[in-house]
């Protein structure tokens, strides 16, 4: 058990080591420009701020990595699970819900701010994962590359089968390739991660979310979350070197 709370079986997650002889490159040529930051936006903290308000304020072509993880109101909506506002539905209800235009802002001010080749991690559930998420990203430079399963190792809810896993989607902006940009081969696209949900109830797996972003980035990098919830993702990069923009309406 580690001091944030969770149990993890990631044997495979470290930072790349040689790929001589493959096709893959373990080198990363792509280089992030220097950052100049409104005094507002202030590293490596809990910003309380609303996250398009806080891509505004980012300069275009940027940041090399983002991360973003919505709260679905179409999930509420849609499948109608009749607990929002009991037991643990409460505080999912209680966080404020993006709808599908609301989604589509964000990663429209993501891909703003991306460098050439820069990466979105998008968390989905397995509700837009059969829907199809690919409407949000109409009129971006960006396309999905690859899809990462988390088995979250707990079971969620569903009327069927029950939820025992989340989704990331894995969208590069143009141009879209690996060999140069992404420079770790050893991330496996089912990874199990257990994850304490006692202070965030959609806190998201810290070590996974490390493995990526280091995937596309350097050390110093700038990695951001404009909804980021209970703050993992400045965890994860803290934890790998990187510095973290993000933000969150609650703080």
């Given amino acids: 058990m580690s001091k944030s709370g969770y149990q993890t079986v990631l044997p495979l997650l470290a930072d790349s080591g040689s790929t001589s002889g493959s096709v893959y490159s373990a080198d990363r040529i792509v280089q992030a420009p220097a950052l100049e930051l409104p005094e507002v936006l202030n590293p490596n ?16 072509s940027s940041i090399p990595v983002g991360f973003l993880d919505p709260q679905y109101r179409g999930v509420l909506e849609k499948l109608s699970y009749g607990n929002e506002g009991k037991s643990r ?3 999912r209800s209680a966080l404020e819900q993006m709808n599908e235009d609301k989604i589509g802002q964000f990663i429209l001010g993501i891909d703003r701010v991306l460098i050439p080749s820069g990466h979105l991690f998008l968390w989905v559930d397995k509700f837009h994962l059969c829907q199809g998420v690919r409407d949000w990203f109409h009129g971006t430079k960006l396309d999905i590359v690859d899809l990462l399963t ?9 009327y069927r089968t029950r939820r025992r896993a989340e989704y990331c989607a894995v969208l590069q902006k143009d141009p879209r390739k690996a060999k140069g940009v992404w420079k770790a081969h050893n991330i496996p696209d089912v990874v199990q991660e257990t994850v304490s949900q006692r202070d965030h109830p959609h806190a998201k797996p810290v070590e996974l ?14 990695v951001i979350d404009p909804a980021a919830g209970s703050f993992s993702v400045l965890e994860a990069a803290q934890l790998r070197g990187r510095n973290f923009l993000g933000c969150d309406i609650n703080g």
């Fill in 150 to 158: 988390w088995d979250k190792g707990t079971f969620g809810m569903g």
């Fill in 89 to 91: 539905g409460r505080r």
């Fill in 45 to 60: 903290t809990r910003l309380k701020m609303d996250g398009l308000e806080f891509l505004s304020l980012l300069p275009e």
């Fill in 209 to 222: 979310q490390g493995a990526l972003l280091a995937a596309v980035s350097h050390e110093g990098d700038y």
